[in-house]
């Protein structure tokens, strides 16, 4: 692999929600430009897929640390700085990408399942930033957010859900604001519609996903949902020195869907 492609030797990248979807993609990205990573999720044994897919794209053994359990937890998320820093003793790249969607209108919408939402998709983020500061500090590391189209558009029957990925969009400002003075950046990438296990999680059906997808042909300029290479090498460029002189961005990788897209 050339220089050029090795963009994060050296690197630490600690990577939530790293067992599916575009964390996982994006973990891999990582590991094929040099970085050490540490990866968490709930699912230990695609952890452990993720793992071995990094050392078949050339990461050493031992430099890719799977760590297991809730980030919805406080006392996780605090183990899981701490152990990243106990391991690599540095950390270079926070990348805040876990999160969940629940189907459901304001009026719809049950409350514990808003409450899981706002957890996973902003305290948690919220936690985790404050906890990586003074480690990013030291490094003149950076943050890269998992947003979304729905934090800069609205979209109806998924209220609760806009509102977190706004939410998270003012924590990348504002932080970004914050600790610019220190050297650290923070962006975050707004993907439009990515073929993952999040939809269908989130309570669509096979034929209600499949559907879902067809309407994206419709619904994104470009003709058709994107897919987790595309937000993986976003990711990978705003955490790279190449985005140097990016802060506060809010990076669509959405087909044309957050500005020109018909609903
Ligand atoms: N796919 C899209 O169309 C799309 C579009 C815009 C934005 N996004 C955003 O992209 C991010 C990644 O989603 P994805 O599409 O890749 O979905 P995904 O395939 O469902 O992956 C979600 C990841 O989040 C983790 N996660 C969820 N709840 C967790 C918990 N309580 N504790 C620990 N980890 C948890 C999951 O890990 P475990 O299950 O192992 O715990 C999994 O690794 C999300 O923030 C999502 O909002 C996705």
């Known amino acids: 692999m050339s220089n050029m492609a090795m963009r994060f030797s050296g690197k630490v990248v600690l990577i939530t929600g790293a067992s599916s979807g575009i964390g996982f993609g994006a973990a891999l990205r990582f590991a094929r430009e040099g970085a050490r990573l540490a990866v968490t999720g709930r699912n230990k044994d695609a952890l452990q897929k993720l793992v071995s897919e990094c050392e078949k794209n050339g990461s050493n053994k031992d430099s890719v640390l799977p760590i297991v359990g809730d980030i919805g937890d406080d006392k ?3 183990n899981l700085i701490a152990s990243t820093v106990n391991k690599f003793e540095r950390i270079d790249v926070l990348v805040n ?14 409350m514990n399942a808003y409450d899981h939402m706002f957890n996973i998709n902003v305290r948690a983020p919220y936690h985790l930033t404050k906890l ?3 480690h ?3 490094t003149k590391g950076n943050i890269v957010n998992v947003s979304s189209v729905n934090g800069i558009r609205s979209f109806s029957g998924v209220c609760a859900y806009n509102m977190t990925k706004s939410a998270l969009d003012q924590l990348t400002k504002t932080v970004a604001l914050e600790v610019a003075a220190d050297g650290i950046r923070v962006n975050s990438v707004n993907p439009g519609v990515i073929i993952t ?3 269908r999680r989130g309570g669509l059906d096979e034929e209600q996903y499949a559907m879902f997808l067809e ?5 994104h ?3 058709r949902p994107g897919n987790v290479e595309e937000v993986a090498s976003c990711i990978a460029f705003l955490a790279s020195d190449e985005a140097s002189f990016c802060t506060g961005n809010l990076h669509s990788v959405d087909g044309g869907r957050g500005v ?3 609903r």
């Not at 990408?97 to 049950?110: D, L």
């Not at 309407?215 to 619904?219: C, D, I, L, V």
């Open 197 to 199: 296990e999040l939809q």
């Open 132 to 134: 990586a500061i003074p």
């Open 221 to 223: 300029p470009l003709g």
């Open 260 to 262: 020109l897209g018909v």
């Open 136 to 138: 990013l500090r030291k």
């Open 97 to 110: 990408n876990a999160g969940v969607i629940s189907m459901g209108s304001c009026e719809a919408m049950s």
């Open 76 to 78: 996780f998320r605090e």
């Open 215 to 219: 309407n994206s042909k419709r619904t």
